[in-house]
Each structure stands twice: as structure tokens, then as C-alpha cells.
């Protein structure tokens, strides 16, 4: 499975991003997918995570209420709406999956270790 991670930049504080994940390849094998950011010299964060069986996706609280992650499963992509950026959301920006079933609401994949697969990243700075 190849994920190529889009829609990353520059934008002022206040305002919106959308980021794309295109999923091809193995795409039957894809269960979950989400959405992590890194900022140097600091573990990779994730932001919020999405699954089939879930009633509603994961969000990490520092982007709850701000973020929506969305998903189609007929076109193998996920994307991440980002809106109300401040300058702490700077930051690479990662799509991930994994092949792994399970809910994203129990902390299981809370780990970027538990995703096989990972998007390029894209870069998104907010700054004025």
C-alpha cells in the first residue's frame, strides 16, 4: 500500500487547511486509517484516527473540535479538515494506515507503531 499525503502550506492563524491521503496499491488491506503531525525533535503526535466499526472517529484534544477527518472508503482516501489553525499546529503532517482491524477509540492504535503504512508527509505552517 502506497499513500501519497497532499494539501499541506502556509496559512495565517485563523485559518483552514484540508489535507488529501490517496490510498493505492493493497487498499483491501487497509483498516484503519490517521492522521499524526511531528514537530522536530518531538514524537509523532496523533491528531485522529478513523474505522468502519467505530460510531464516530478519534481526535487528539489538542485538535478536537477544530479537525474532522473523513474518509471514502470507494476512493481509498482519508482527509483532514483543519480549521482555527494557531501556530502551534505547525508542523509534518502524516497520513498513515494499518491493516489492522480494531476500534480507534480504545487507545489501540494510539501508537504510530501499530500503522504500516505511512503517507510522505506535507508540511503546514501557520504563520502571519
Known amino acids: 500500500v502506497q499513500l501519497q499525503a497532499s494539501g499541506g502550506g502556509l496559512v495565517q492563524p485563523g485559518g483552514s487547511l484540508r489535507l488529501s491521503c490517496i490510498a493505492s496499491?493493497?487498499?483491501?488491506?487497509?483498516?484503519?486509517m490517521g492522521w499524526f503531525r511531528q514537530v522536530a525533535d518531538k514524537p509523532r503526535e496523533r491528531l485522529s484516527c478513523?474505522?468502519?466499526?467505530?460510531?464516530?472517529?478519534y481526535y487528539a484534544d489538542s485538535v478536537k473540535g477544530r479537525f474532522t477527518i473523513s474518509r471514502d472508503y470507494a476512493k481509498y482516501t482519508a482527509s483532514l479538515q483543519m480549521n482555527s489553525l494557531n501556530s502551534d499546529d505547525t508542523a509534518v503532517y502524516y497520513c498513515?494506515?494499518?491493516?489492522?482491524?480494531?476500534?480507534?477509540?480504545?487507545?489501540?492504535?494510539?501508537?504510530?507503531?501499530?500503522?504500516?503504512?505511512w503517507g510522505q508527509g506535507t508540511l503546514v505552517t501557520v504563520s502571519s
Open positions: 478513523i474505522w468502519r466499526g467505530d460510531k464516530v472517529p
Open positions: 496499491g493493497a487498499t483491501s488491506d487497509v483498516e484503519v
Open positions: 498513515a494506515a494499518s491493516r489492522f482491524g480494531s476500534s480507534c477509540l480504545n487507545g489501540t492504535h494510539s501508537s504510530a507503531g501499530l500503522y504500516d503504512y
